[in-house]
T-cell receptor, first 114, second 108 residues
């Protein structure tokens, strides 16, 4: 096991609602990256948090937001949910901004938007 | 154009077969290269890093050609437990870029 945990494991929402997903990083890691994996696709980078600051963002709209807490756990918030937001959301824990270090993935949160 | 292109397969092979996966990447500034394995409805897990000199881990051999921007994974003597999706991954500027994955099924 990687020591990275995510909650909840599954979630069902309706269009227009808001959702918050949580991730606890591996002990000693200060960087959390979030990815969205649609069915049949590889994970797509959403953003990364390093020492409580956003440290890079992928091609996702502003309704995808996040934050990182002093203990380096992290949240992903998605507002105004759309059907296409249905996916597996993965967080990955690493050290020092992710540069040169392996990223360890949590088990993911499966989000279904109806 | 996607950052990482992979043949999605599926590949269906008998136990004991040798199977090869390939991928190409578009960002010449890419710094690190990996193969991840993802089992059905699970998270991706690092299988191995890929180095320019080529590297081997038991039955698995990975190769990188920076000039051609090409990465490969060879699995020898396939086992039933090798059945999974294999993701080609490139790291650039601290973020990972994934291919869509190649599905492998090993049958008895």
């Amino acid at each position: 096991e990687t020591g990275v945990t995510q909650s909840p494991t599954h979630l069902i929402k309706t269009r227009g609602q808001q959702v918050t997903l949580r991730c606890s990083s591996q002990s000693g890691h200060n960087t959390v990256s979030w990815y969205q994996q649609a069915l049949g696709q590889g994970p797509q980078f959403i953003f990364q948090y390093y020492r409580e600051e956003e440290n890079g963002r992928g091609n996702f709209p502003p309704r995808f937001s996040g934050l990182q807490f002093p203990n380096y756990s992290s949240e992903l918030n998605v507002n105004a949910l759309e059907l296409d937001d249905s996916a597996l959301y993965l967080c990955a824990s690493s050290l020092d901004g992710g540069g040169g270090e392996t990223q360890y993935f949590g088990p993911g949160t499966r989000l279904l938007v109806l | 154009r996607k950052e990482v292109e992979q043949d999605p397969g599926p590949f269906n092979v008998p136990e004991g077969a040798t199977v090869a996966f390939n991928c190409t990447y578009s960002n010449s500034a890419s710094q690190s290269f990996f193969w991840y394995r993802q089992d059905c409805r699970k998270e991706p897990k690092l299988l191995m890093s890929v180095y320019s000199s080529g590297n081997e881990d038991g039955r698995f051999t990975a190769q990188l050609n920076r000039a051609s921007q090409y990465i490969s994974l060879l699995i020898r003597d396939s086992k039933l437990s090798d059945s999974a999706t294999y993701l080609c991954v490139v790291k650039a500027l601290g973020r990972l870029y994934f291919g869509r994955g190649t599905q492998l099924t090993v049958w008895p």
